[in-house]
């Protein structure tokens, strides 16, 4: 058998891209920076002089490594946003005296519920004085105005 060497580009360009989130920061940050970003820039427009399908797999190398290192920032960036800060309780002084602790007192209210199923006032209640309630009235209603 012979050696291929686009085939053993593919294959290379392949492990870079599923090898990338392991790879330590370290190794991104040179991706990360403008030198790193045309050195990649620079390794696909070379590959694809050579072969289109190896250009597509350094392209997809490249981007992984760039697109693994922006996630790994903006992780690290959120991470920090969300970092509370730890509130500590002031240092306590050997043989300082603190008032004892005094239990709120609550008084109790007591409330009622209130009926809710009472109909009484649904009988109150009159229809809009714009429509009518009756749905044969509604047309003729209509076609006095001009409507229909």
Do not use: W
């Amino acid at each position: 058998m012979r050696f291929s060497p686009t085939l053993a580009s593919i294959v290379l360009a392949g492990t870079v891209f599923i090898l990338t989130p392991y790879l330590p920061m370290s190794i991104l940050k040179l991706c990360g920076t403008r030198v790193g970003s045309a050195a990649l820039l620079l390794g696909v427009l070379a590959t694809l002089q050579f072969d289109r399908v190896v250009a597509l797999g350094a392209a997809m190398a490249a981007a992984s490594l760039f697109l693994e290192y922006r996630r790994r920032v903006v992780g690290d960036a959120q991470i920090e946003a969300n970092r509370v800060p730890i509130k500590r309780a002031p240092n306590l002084v050997p043989g300082e005296i603190h008032p004892e602790f005094e239990v709120p007192t609550v008084e109790e209210v007591e409330a009622k519920p209130q009926d809710t199923n009472d109909m009484t006032d649904l009988d109150q209640k009159a229809p809009l004085e714009t429509v009518d309630s009756h749905p044969s009235h509604v047309g003729e209603m209509l076609e006095r105005a001009g409507f229909v």
